[in-house]
């Protein structure tokens, strides 16, 4: 098998290239700079340029590709944040769409902020788009990226866990000083995966023909946020502060960044990976940071 790999150079897309070949698949990753290896074809998702004779004969694609969400949010800068991503599965879309044969699946990325802030309530992928910049984001992207030339799948991740960076990389240097605290009052929901689960849920993805459409990439337990700093707190034997960090201190050092991404409720279950029979390797937080630290 095949496959394509846009955004292959982030945290992800690393991932996800080391499994592919782990799991036996062929992998060619799209890159901006001439290619310097034997696995690596040019693409400018800018201009709209992509070969087609690079997913001619391959039996799946995915775009990870955009610029960083994790930052104050500018309109420039959310111009940016969509802009990329709209281009980039635009790009492949219209290439998809001009093959004769083209391949049989393309995966695309996308998040479970499409659900917007879901408080207290278990949301799977029959939920309804929520509200927010983010929510919108999600919606547009995985529009962009439908296609009747073959079968989709929309990873709408949760917070990924992993000692290589990603979400616990700004919580770390905090929590092994002792000074980690819940954030807000604590009671938003973070549904998380472990990037190895992450990595292998979508392999999964692409090898079963039967899973299409928006799939929940996150694990079978969410947790409270103020749940998810304790477990933290002991994972690293470091005690966790009593007082939490205030909404307006979040609110005034990352701006509508912090409101939504932070703060927003999440309570998320992969019911389409656990219905096609997908066995997580971590199922709790405690084990999941034990693997991944």
């Given at each position: 098998m095949a496959i394509v790999v846009a955004g292959a150079s982030g945290l992800l897309g690393t991932a996800l290239i080391g499994g592919l070949r782990a799991a036996g698949l062929q992998v060619t990753r799209l890159v901006r700079q001439a290619p310097a290896s034997p696995d690596?074809?040019?693409?400018?998702?800018?201009?709209?340029?992509?070969?087609?004779?690079?997913l001619r004969g391959a039996e799946g694609v995915v775009c990870l590709s955009g610029?960083?969400?994790?930052?104050?949010?500018?309109?420039?800068?959310?111009?940016?944040?969509?802009?990329?991503?709209?281009?980039?599965?635009?790009?492949?879309?219209?290439?998809?769409?001009?093959?004769?044969?083209?391949?049989g699946v393309f995966v695309t990325a996308s998040g479970v902020d499409f659900y917007g802030d879901t408080g207290e309530l278990t949301i799977d992928e029959s939920a309804p788009k929520g509200h927010g910049f983010l929510a919108d984001l999600c919606e547009q992207w995985e529009a962009a990226a439908d296609t009747s030339a073959t079968?989709?799948?929309?990873?709408?991740?949760?917070?990924?866990?992993?000692?290589?960076?990603?979400?616990?990389?700004?919580?770390?240097?905090?929590?092994?000083?002792?000074?980690?605290?819940?954030?807000?009052?604590?009671?938003?929901?973070?549904?998380?995966?472990?990037?190895?689960?992450?990595?292998?849920?979508?392999?999964?993805?692409?090898?079963?023909?039967?899973?299409?459409?928006?799939?929940?990439?996150?694990?079978?337990?969410?947790?409270?946020?103020?749940?998810?700093?304790?477990?933290?707190?002991?994972?690293?034997?470091?005690?966790?502060?009593?007082?939490p960090v205030p909404k307006t201190a979040l609110k005034l050092g990352l701006g509508d960044f912090g409101d939504e991404a932070l703060l927003s409720s999440h309570r998320i279950i992969p019911k389409k990976l656990v219905d096609s029979g997908y066995a997580f390797a971590h199922t709790h937080l405690d084990q999941a940071l034990a693997a991944v630290l």
């Amino acid at each position: 098998m095949a496959i394509v790999v846009a955004g292959a150079s982030g945290l992800l897309g690393t991932a996800l290239i080391g499994g592919l070949r782990a799991a036996g698949l062929q992998v060619t990753r799209l890159v901006r700079q001439a290619p310097a290896s034997p696995d690596e074809a040019r693409w400018d998702p800018g201009s709209g340029h992509v070969d087609d004779g690079v997913l001619r004969g391959a039996e799946g694609v995915v775009c990870l590709s955009g610029t960083p969400i994790n930052r104050r949010w500018s309109e420039d800068a959310k111009r940016d944040i969509v802009q990329s991503r709209l281009r980039s599965v635009g790009t492949l879309r219209q290439a998809i769409e001009r093959l004769d044969d083209p391949p049989g699946v393309f995966v695309t990325a996308s998040g479970v902020d499409f659900y917007g802030d879901t408080g207290e309530l278990t949301i799977d992928e029959s939920a309804p788009k929520g509200h927010g910049f983010l929510a919108d984001l999600c919606e547009q992207w995985e529009a962009a990226a439908d296609t009747s030339a073959t079968r989709n799948a929309q990873l709408r991740t949760g917070l990924v866990l992993t000692g290589k960076g990603g979400a616990l990389k700004p919580m770390l240097p905090i929590f092994k000083m002792g000074l980690g605290a819940p954030l807000g009052n604590g009671r938003q929901w973070w549904s998380w995966i472990t990037v190895d689960d992450w990595v292998q849920a979508t392999v999964h993805i692409l090898k079963n023909p039967e899973i299409s459409g928006p799939v929940n990439l996150t694990g079978v337990n969410p947790v409270t946020n103020r749940e998810f700093s304790q477990i933290l707190a002991k994972s690293l034997k470091r005690p966790m502060m009593p007082i939490p960090v205030p909404k307006t201190a979040l609110k005034l050092g990352l701006g509508d960044f912090g409101d939504e991404a932070l703060l927003s409720s999440h309570r998320i279950i992969p019911k389409k990976l656990v219905d096609s029979g997908y066995a997580f390797a971590h199922t709790h937080l405690d084990q999941a940071l034990a693997a991944v630290l």
